[in-house]
């Protein structure tokens, strides 16, 4: 005979019990002559404070059987094992669970990381196009819509790439009236430059820039990272809360380091293909790192998505060839109505 | 018979205590910070309700302690049942958006922007309320659990109203708002059978709330008068002056610090007499946490996470409870046999609202 206390879960009044096993069930007693017994696999155990045992019954929510925890051993025959990391994680033991979760945890995190770079390629452009309109548009107003201007900046493009501004798949490129200095390239082969980006560079590191650009459409950079940002890394931000967002930010960064050494090698060569000398982009590079703040250590380093600017203008000055005899990147006529583009009176469609 | 008459506010006798002891509670935040990382995150649903059973178990109240009945599966699905109710509203906005925006129609976008911060705003209400009636459905005592009957789109509506008039007004009516929302959900809550009550005003919190305001004004002044006095005393011929720097240093962390301490002072008292205004049954509650009191909570926080390296962050929720629950008073009395089952519906979205928009707490 144990004796116990009992909320029966109608009311909160505590009834005092005598308990015993009998044939496998829980017996339960009063002094008025009530008694009870109950089921073993009905019964589980509850939390309580050191020094109890609580049961509970599955049928019945609100009942609670207080016991001294002494009557744990007298009672083992009738009560599971101990709820403890949750059911799922319970069934296989933490230790195999750590290990298993460690390794399916790894190779999500690289799935995420890489699928991206395989599954792109094999994505129909004209998916991407229509991706790409739909985000995209017209831009509207903040367009710069010279003419003259935009035959000069399709002139560059055609310079370092020749044929890229034609055919189905062909790179359209917009000046965006937008006072930061940036570049980017946009789904379906958009690649816009914003203000400061033509008026404070030069033809050439223009010509770089673009290249750099070029280069991340022609290998589906931009589809890459779409995937990554809708796919892995939405799937990541949503059950990892915060603990997840070192991880998020490591696959869903817009472009990965890969991409951009690729687009930067792609640059390289199209500039030497097109005679146009590196050394401006190199400048340019060297300039903006100047600004952003160079050497921010390797776990830094690690984790931006753009390469230092002045390791990548270690790469453009090293693809200077001081034999060569370099070709301006645009004439002169050409520079000055880019450099105009925003600022002539638009042309009516 | 069963009355438990007025129990007293200190010593052993306290109506609520908190019994739990960091060592005992190693073993949970330890495993809960493992699973969590190989799960890619999935577990920490399964590691709340492991939190919060150890910490009701450990809280005693007059004679029995809480126990939590709450599970991560529960938690889990109803995380699943929101994002699939949200998911393709927030797809369609992160879509429509940038493509207005790039077509140059800003106006355009800026209303859509609009409607979905209302939206947001709304939800949010409506987690915050939903939270607390999740939350009370799986808190047991004596066999008895709390709940609430009220769905909460009303009080989502009443927290978007009260909210627009706090924004539009400059946060000068944030006490009034936040008081009148306070009652609002505590007075759709039982426990049992007995109802909450709260009636808390902006009384005694208008003076705190135009501290906020005031900060750092007289920081600022503060700051002019020391940079004169050191300035003057000073000869320009001396060269670079390093006490006035350190004064500079000094001013502009003080009037950064100015607001969150001035926001903090009013929120100690907010708590202290939302606690005085709200009853249940017969029981009164208090609450006696001090601004110097919720400091030293945040700043142990901080300190502990940063000399463990951050493995202290796993204690940040039982630090937390266990702050709540010591400067916790109850008063009065509750009648055993009168204190019947709650006949309330019991959410079966858990805390997914909650989740969905960032509002943890504990």
């Known amino acids: 005979m144990i004796e116990g206390k009992l909320y029966d879960g109608v009311t909160a009044h505590p009834h005092d019990v005598r308990v015993s096993v009998e044939d496998g069930r829980l017996a339960l007693a009063q002094d008025g002559g009530w008694n009870d017994s109950v089921e073993a696999a009905l019964l589980k155990r509850r939390d309580a ?15 609670r059987l207080m016991l001294p925890a002494a009557a744990e051993a007298d009672l083992a025959g009738l009560l599971g094992a101990h709820d403890r990391y949750g059911r799922w994680i319970d069934r296989i033991g933490l230790v195999p669970a750590l290990v298993v979760g460690g390794v399916i945890t790894a190779s999500v995190v690289a799935i995420g990381y890489l699928a991206p770079h395989w599954i792109a390629p094999h994505v129909p452009m004209s998916w991407e196009r229509n991706v790409g309109s739909a985000i995209v548009g017209d831009f509207g107003e903040i367009r710069c819509r010279d003419a003259r201007g935009q035959r000069a900046l399709e002139a560059l493009v055609e310079r370092v790439s020749p044929g890229a501004t034609r055919g189905p798949d062909a790179i359209k490129v917009a000046a965006l009236n937008v006072p930061i200095f940036n570049a980017a390239a946009l789904p379906g082969g958009y690649i816009v430059v914003f203000r400061p980006a033509i008026t404070e560079t030069n033809p050439d590191a223009l010509a770089g820039v673009l290249a750099h650009e070029i280069g991340h459409v022609r290998h589906r950079h931009v589809t890459e990272a779409l995937i990554r940002e809708f796919g892995i890394g939405a799937l990541i931000r949503l059950f990892a809360g915060g603990v997840g967002a070192n991880a998020e930010q490591i696959v869903s960064l817009s472009y990965t380091r890969d991409n951009e050494a690729e687009a930067d090698t792609d640059a390289i060569a199209e500039l030497r293909r097109a005679n146009v000398s590196p050394k401006p982009t190199a400048d340019l590079f060297t300039h903006l790192s100047k600004i952003t703040g160079e050497e921010r250590g390797y776990t830094a380093e690690f984790l931006e998505s753009h390469p230092l600017s002045g390791k990548r203008a270690r790469a453009f000055t090293a693809s200077f060839d001081p034999k060569a005899h370099y070709q301006p990147a645009l004439s002169r006529d050409q520079w000055d109505a880019l450099s105009d583009i925003c600022w002539k009176r638009p042309i009516k469609k | 018979m069963d009355r438990h008459h007025e129990w007293a506010a200190a010593g052993d006798d306290r109506a609520i205590r908190f019994t739990g002891n960091w060592r005992e509670y190693l073993p949970i935040a330890a495993t809960n910070a493992l699973l969590i990382i190989c799960t890619l995150g999935i577990y920490r649903f399964w590691a709340t309700a492991r939190q919060r059973r150890y910490l009701w178990s450990r809280t005693q109240v007059i004679d029995d302690t809480l126990e939590w009945t709450g599970t991560g599966k529960e938690m889990f699905i109803g995380f699943l049942i929101v994002i699939a109710v949200l998911a393709p509203f927030f797809l369609f906005i992160q879509f429509l958006f940038p493509a207005l925006l790039a077509r140059g129609k800003l106006d355009a976008a800026g209303g859509v922007f609009f409607l979905f911060e209302i939206a947001l705003i709304y939800l949010g209400g409506f987690a915050r309320f939903r939270a607390t009636r999740y939350r009370l459905s799986r808190t047991w005592w004596h066999g008895i659990r709390g709940g609430s009957d009220d769905p909460g789109w009303n009080f989502g509506g009443e927290y978007l109203g009260r909210y627009a008039l706090v924004f539009m007004t400059m946060f000068i009516m944030f006490p009034w708002a936040t008081t009148r929302l306070w009652n609002s959900r505590w007075n759709a809550m039982s426990f049992g059978p007995l109802k909450f009550h709260a009636d808390l005003n902006a009384e005694g919190l208008k003076w705190r709330w135009a501290l906020i305001y005031a900060a750092p004004v007289v920081a600022l002044i503060l700051a002019f008068g020391v940079i004169a006095a050191l300035g003057l ?3 320009v011929k001396q060269g670079p002056n390093p006490t006035l720097g350190g004064a500079v240093l000094a001013i502009i962390l003080l009037i950064y610090l100015a607001i969150p301490l001035a926001t903090l002072h009013w929120y100690a008292k907010f708590f202290r007499n939302a606690a005085n205004a709200t009853r249940l049954g017969e029981l009164e509650f208090g609450f006696d946490a001090s601004t110097w009191d919720w400091l030293k909570l945040f700043l142990g926080n901080l300190g502990l996470a940063i000399i463990t390296l951050g493995f202290g962050l796993t204690y940040w929720g039982y630090r937390n409870w266990a ?21 309330t519906h019991a959410p079966r979205e858990a805390e997914g ?3 969905a928009f960032d509002i943890g707490a504990i």
């Open chain 1, 49 to 63: 404070p050191t020094g109890m045992l609580r049961l509970g019954r599955s049928d019945l929510p609100g009942w």
């Open chain 2, 233 to 235: 005393s000073y000869g």
């Open chain 2, 323 to 343: 702050f709540m629950v010591r400067h916790s008073r109850i008063y009065g009395s509750v009648d055993l046999g009168d204190l019947t089952q709650s006949t």
């Open chain 2, 353 to 355: 609202f909650a989740d």
